[in-house]
Nanobody
């Protein structure tokens, strides 16, 4: 059974940092294209970052230089380091398997909430 469990969210002030994790089971993360996506309150899902099987990494423009995606193959865990957070980064963050489906329909976990507020 495929399972993804996100963790690491919380309340942080602007300029702060968080490290999100996504622990998976039922598959091997380095054999899949993995994404981080987010959904702000009342808004649609937004793609944040991708890491391919070969380790190629891409980011959406608004987080480039502030967020860092990585994975630990031994732990079968995906990470997203969030630095210099802004209020507009407030959202529920999900890791997903890139399976060709629209973001909203991709297999994901329950999410972890990031709130950036002073």
């Amino acid at each position: 059974e495929v399972q993804l469990v996100e963790a690491g969210g919380g309340l942080v002030q602007p300029g702060g940092s968080l490290r999100l994790s996504c622990t998976v089971s039922g598959f091997t993360i380095n054999k899949e294209i993995m994404n981080w996506v987010r959904q702000a309150p009342g808004k649609e899902f937004e793609w944040v970052s991708t890491i391919t099987r070969s380790g190629i990494i891409t980011y959406t423009g608004s987080v480039k230089g502030r967020f860092t995606i990585s994975r630990d193959n031994a732990k079968n865990t995906l990470y997203l380091q969030l630095d210099n957070l802004k209020t507009e980064d407030t959202a529920m963050y999900y890791c997903t398997i890139s399976d060709g489906q629209p973001i909203a329909n991709q297999v994901r976990g329950q999410g972890t909430l990031v709130t950036v507020s002073s």
